[in-house]
């Protein structure tokens, strides 16, 4: 048989595989490592399951399980974490104890220390998160601010696009859909973003949704929002706001600045000019409906408003006065056709016998 040249490295125990300088150098008894590079899981001393492809990933491991480093210096100072996987230069260079992360990118989860459950997909992706916590960024620089205070208290975000929920420090529950969606946004919650931009200024608003690109991009602050349609909200700050469609909202082509609470607005008045809403046609109602011209709906009268029952005691006694009315006219007029029946019995009375005149 044909001699493989060169020969093959000695045979390590415990399925163990290491090549480079100093790599795996101080292993006693754990299994199944393979270290492949410059000092690559070099304290490793009873630690088993773990991979390391490149110059120095995984150096400071002493007794982390089933941790996968591929790259020079991923998951370089990772001591206790478990079952972590870093894939990209400097990728969860910094995580010590975090475990069941995922790092797929130069500098993903690069300050990583024990957050956990974290997914990271893009350069620099999660790059600043500590303690953050069942984080998931796809794209570049998504998330990237995520949990820079090390607070903590930035968990469960989901951002998938480059630079999607970018500024996020302190924000909970987040999901952010497109390039930088959400990506003004630093403590705000519950927010649910999709499209280009979508809530793209939103630093501290709440519970908001917007689904469109550009949709409700200028809100700051405010919260509890529902805006659907490609740039529907545009230049509008306020709460409890609903937009639907495109351009939808008082000043959606106009300057920003714009302030409005509870409100709902369906399309673009410049673009829509005819509204059919299924169930209300022929459905009774106790007070006329109007719409003014700028295309709000409510009571016809008077600006100030009046109330259905208020209206409806106002008509109830419109109504007995009109009876009452009719009432009293017919008894007049029955009246008076009495009295003019007695004087024509009277003038029948008095008038004076027809004379015959003699003509010789």
């Known amino acids: 048989m044909r001699a493989v040249s060169p020969p093959p490295d000695g045979c390590y125990p415990n399925f163990t595989t ?27 001393v009873n630690a088993s399951f773990n991979t ?3 110059g120095g990933t995984l150096v400071l491991n002493t007794a982390g399980q089933s941790n996968t480093a591929t790259g020079a210096a ?8 478990n079952n972590n996987t870093a894939t990209g230069t400097d990728a969860m260079v910094y995580n010590d104890s975090g475990d069941y992360n995922d790092a797929y990118g130069a500098f993903a989860l690069f300050n990583n220390s024990d957050g956990f459950s974290n997914n990271a997909f893009g350069e620099s992706a999660l790059f600043f998160n500590i303690t953050g916590a069942a984080n998931t960024a796809v794209g570049d ?9 090390g607070a903590g208290k930035a968990n469960s975000n989901t951002a998938v696009g480059a630079q999607a929920l970018f500024s996020n420090t302190d924000g909970d529950s987040n999901n952010a859909f497109g390039y930088n969606a959400l990506g003004g946004n630093t403590v705000g919650l519950f927010n649910q973003a999709m499209g280009f931009n979508a809530l793209g200024s939103n630093d501290n608003g709440a519970s908001n949704v917007a689904i469109g690109d550009s949709a409700f991009a200028d809100n700051v602050s405010g919260s509890f929002n529902t805006v659907v349609g490609d740039l529907a909200g ?49 459905q009774s109602a106790t007070t006329p409906v109007c719409v003014d011209g700028d295309g709000k709906l409510g009571e016809c009268g008077p600006a100030s408003p009046i109330s259905a029952n ?15 009315q009719i009432q009293t006219l017919t008894t007049a007029l029955k009246q008076q056709a009495e009295q003019i029946q007695r004087v024509s019995a009277q003038i029948e009375m008095i008038r004076p016998a027809p004379r015959v005149v003699n003509n010789r």
């Open 18 to 44: 290491a090549e480079g300088c100093n790599a795996l150098a101080n292993l006693v008894g754990g299994a199944g490592n393979t270290a492949l590079g410059w000092f690559s899981l070099f304290s490793d």
């Open 52 to 54: 390391g492809v490149g």
């Open 74 to 81: 991923a998951l370089l100072l990772n001591t206790t974490g």
């Open 141 to 149: 620089l998504a998330l990237e601010n995520n949990d820079s205070t």
């Open 234 to 282: 545009g230049g509008v700050e306020g709460d409890d706001n609903i937009y639907i469609g495109a351009t939808a909202g008082p000043a959606a082509a106009g300057p920003k600045g714009a302030t409005e609470s509870g409100t709902i607005r369906i399309g673009d008045p410049d673009f829509v000019g005819a509204c059919y809403i299924a169930g209300i046609s022929g």
């Open 310 to 324: 208020k209206l409806m005691k106002e008509q109830a006694a419109k109504i007995a006065l009109q009876e009452k």
